[in-house]
T-cell receptor, first 109, second 115 residues
Framework: KQEVTQIPAALSVPEGENLVLNCSFT??????LQWFRQDPGKGLTSLLL?????REQTSGRLNASLDKSSGRSTLYIAASQPGDSATYLC????????FGTGTSLTVIP | EAQVTQNPRYLITVTGKKLTVTCSQN?????MSWYRQDPGLGLRQIYY???????DKGDVPEGYKVSRKEKRNFPLILESPSPNQTSLYFC??????????????FGDGTRLSIL
């Protein structure tokens, strides 16, 4: 069974800092990996989706990479802002979706 | 506007009283899914559906039923709810997730408390 782990569980950074969130998965037989953002009391919003054949995807200040062979994905956030404060989740899709438990990010003004 | 709509948003009920949480999407997506989210355990998939009349168990299907009679609707049924089903539930939809893959769209969640 796929296991998805996210480290760290919580992160607090000053505004403007660049940061990296980590996601690891045990089974490399995946179709894609997605990164989501969850705000308190809300559902999940898709940020980036990386196909298994791709190495990275970029959207604005966000860049996600995927290394299937090592079972790792990273989400890079450039020039962090207080509005980036949220919980970030990754999900690996093989035969079904498996989510990590998330990284709670606080960006301090 | 692309939407996944869940109802109700909040529900407090008692053990054994059958309940249904509805989910509807307006994007003509083939794939629909139910998750529960619990502290320390993250999101776990309950059931999913690849298309009308096609449903499959996810990681934690015990105590739940689903149906997919129409493409847009995917209700979650708890025939005899128990306190361990107290959780935050999410419905999601997307185009078929294999192959090219498409991002999932999530509803706002249903907070369910079973006393």
């Amino acid at each position: 069974k796929q296991e998805v782990t996210q480290i760290p569980a919580a992160l607090s950074v000053p505004e403007g800092e660049n940061l990296v969130l980590n996601c690891s998965f045990t089974d490399s037989a995946i179709y894609n990996l997605q990164w989501f953002r969850q705000d308190p009391g809300k559902g999940l919003t898709s940020l980036l989706l990386i196909q298994s054949s791709q190495r990275e995807q970029t959207s604005g200040r966000l860049n996600a990479s995927l290394d299937k062979s090592s079972g790792r994905s990273t989400l890079y956030i450039a020039a962090s802002q207080p509005g980036d404060s949220a919980t970030y989740l990754c999900a690996a899709f093989g035969n079904q979706f498996y989510f990590g438990t998330g990284t709670s990010l606080t960006v301090i003004p | 506007e692309a939407q996944v709509t869940q109802n109700p948003r909040y529900l407090i009920t008692v053990t054994g009283k059958k309940l249904t949480v509805t989910c509807s999407q307006n994007m003509n997506h083939e794939y629909m899914s139910w998750y529960r989210q619990d502290p320390g355990l993250g999101l776990r998939q309950i059931y999913y559906s690849m298309n009308v009349e096609v449903t499959d168990k996810g990681d934690v299907p015990e105590g739940y039923k689903v149906s997919r009679k129409e493409k847009r609707n995917f209700p979650l049924i708890l025939e005899s709810p128990s306190p361990n089903q107290t959780s935050l539930y999410f419905c999601a939809s997307s185009a078929l997730p294999g192959g090219e893959g498409q991002p999932q769209h999530f509803g706002d969640g249903t907070r369910l408390s079973i006393l």
